[in-house]
């Protein structure tokens, strides 16, 4: 009776430690083993890493210890040197902070080597403008068999072949729409407000509001008073948003002012602010909760005052910015890079022909969609840069 007591409490002493050292391993507990001094336990970390597209190579602090999409775990407070390395594609690395019996999550978008350029028209394109769902593209075409404006559908996949552009509105005797230089989406994307070539007699642009529901136009003398209309509608929006977060003063009215470009998750604004001769770059991250390592104001990078401002629109993710670099319109050329909102892993994606400092993100990010053209027409079309 007394030998099965004992070994009642042996397993049970047993039980209770292996499940003691589980939870103390699962919390991120490990056991310090210094030299002349008593075994202790120390608090560590844990590093989620992720990468799109996944199964790199994962190098911490020199050593490879895993592959996306993984986990590393064990990993002392502190910084620590992140690696991310996959044939093909630009290495990714960062310096990241790891805190005791917390997990830094990190996910890498990684950029192809040889970004993929395929056509997305063939009827040529001009002056595109994307609608603020980010879901359609409007364009200037001349189409032999419906020249005017056309949009283009968004979603799926985004391909010469799989994708259906739609006339939206085709020119008539006295109105050649597809001469235009400009669109503009009404917040609730059911119009457009087109502006039309200049008349060589008066130099005065025409514009025309289009019901898109019916692919009606009618012309309109007082285009600033429509974009006014617009711009209240989105202010309100803006402002009723904004009402409900925790937003220090100083930022509110930056918040809503129209240079100020939101994410498409609506938790970060990029903004600017002029110090001395340098203009600086900065992302708002209102995310609840921030995730690790995350700060609430970061600076994303610095230009001087004097350069010309590069043109920037947020990636898909709405964790990195796309930068078009160096766009000069007389030679239609310029460079396209992705960096994160920290200011990390800035890269080329793109160094040449190119029509419009506009380049958009597709919805899935495995695209870029730009303006170029390549033949001695001077024909543009639009493509998609496929970086991975």
């Known amino acids: 009776m007394l030998r099965k007591w004992a070994l009642t409490v042996l397993i049970t002493l047993m039980i209770f430690g292996v499940t003691t050292g589980l939870f103390l391993y699962s919390s991120g507990y490990r056991i310090d083993k210094n030299p002349g001094k008593k ?15 996944e199964g790199a190579k994962v190098y911490l602090d020199g050593e490879l210890v895993t592959a996306t999409n993984g986990t590393i775990p064990g990993v002392d407070p502190g910084t620590h040197a992140l ?9 990714w690395e960062k310096q990241i902070n790891v805190f005791a019996e917390l997990v830094t999550d990190i996910t890498a978008v990684l950029v192809s080597q040889s970004p993929r350029l395929e056509p997305l028209t063939n009827t040529g394109a001009s002056f595109p403008s994307i609608s603020p769902s980010l879901t359609k ?34 020119d008539i005797p006295g109105a050649v729409y597809s001469d235009g230089v400009s669109i503009e989406w009404s917040p609730d994307e059911n119009k457009l407000l087109v502006g039309g070539s200049k008349n060589p007699v008066t130099e005065r642009i025409p514009f025309y509001i289009v019901n898109l ?10 285009p600033d008073l429509i974009r006014s209309d617009w711009a209240q509608i989105l202010n309100k929006k803006k402002q009723d948003f904004i009402d409900k977060l925790d937003i220090p003063l100083n930022l509110r009215e930056i ?65 990195h910015l796309i930068l078009v670099e160096g766009f000069d319109n007389e030679a239609k050329k310029g460079r396209i890079s992705l960096i994160r909102i920290d200011g990390t892993n800035k890269v080329e994606i793109y160094n040449g022909a190119l029509y419009s400092d506009n380049v958009y993100s597709a919805p899935g990010g495995d695209k870029l969609i730009i303006l170029t053209g390549f033949k001695s027409n001077a024909q543009t079309d639009l493509y998609t840069l496929g970086i991975r």
């Open 39 to 53: 075994v202790d336990f120390k608090k560590t970390g844990m590093i989620g890493a992720k990468s799109i597209p």
């Open 83 to 91: 690696k991310i390395v996959k044939n093909g594609f630009a290495v």
């Open 137 to 170: 593209l409007a364009y200037f075409t001349k189409d032999g068999n419906s020249p005017g404006v056309w949009a283009i559908p968004l979603q799926g996949g985004l391909s010469l072949f799989r994708t259906t552009p739609q006339a939206t509105l085709e």
């Open 213 to 222: 529901s019916t692919s009606i136009a009618e012309s309109t003398s007082s």
């Open 255 to 319: 918040a809503v002012s129209p240079e100020t470009i939101w994410a498409h998750d609506d938790k970060k604004f990029l903004y600017t602010i002029k110090k001395g001769t340098l203009i600086e770059y900065r992302v708002y991250n209102m995310e609840k909760p921030l995730p690790v390592g995350e700060k609430v104001d970061s600076a994303v990078f610095t230009t001087n005052f004097s350069d010309v401002q590069p043109k920037v629109t947020w990636y898909s993710d709405s964790f």
